[in-house]
Nanobody, 130 residues
Framework: RVQLLESGGGSVQAGGSLKLSCAVS?????????MAWFRQAPGKEREGVAV????????YYVDSVRGRFTITHDKIVDTLLLTANSLKPEDTAMYYC??????????????????????WGQGTQVNVSS
């Protein structure tokens, strides 16, 4: 079965950086073309942070992280990455990676907006202090 494992979370001061990683087991990455990071802060709903589609197009970022976060799929080591720079206290949350197969960019974007992915990791905690 498919399992996702996130790592790289931690505690940093505002302005710092973290690189989150997501490894998949059970199926090769080539089975999935729609890959994303979500986050959930205490008392808040899960929020889509960034999504990338392997078929075409540029990654999409939610307004609050655009210009600070970068989502990439490292195909050499088969890992989904989220590089988070200039972190703010409001970035504090549990971060989750998620993957699915859609075969079309528009469908990938729709699944991202609805958080309707087939496979999810357990999350990695990010704490940003002021």
């Amino acid at each position: 079965r498919v399992q996702l494992l996130e790592s790289g979370g931690g505690s940093v001061q505002a302005g710092g950086s973290l690189k989150l990683s997501c490894a998949v087991s059970g199926f090769p990455w080539s089975n999935f073309d729609c890959m994303a990071w979500f986050r959930q802060a205490p008392g808040k709903e899960r929020e889509g942070v960034a999504v990338t589609y392997s078929g075409s197009g540029d990654p999409y970022y939610v307004d609050s992280v655009r210009g600070r976060f970068t989502i990439t799929h490292d195909k050499i080591v088969d890992t989904l990455l989220l590089t988070a720079n200039s972190l703010k206290p409001e970035d504090t949350a549990m971060y989750y990676c998620a993957v699915t197969r859609t075969s079309e960019r528009g469908v990938c974007d729709t699944y991202f907006r609805r958080a309707e992915f087939d496979y999810w990791g357990q999350g990695t905690q990010v704490n940003v202090s002021s």
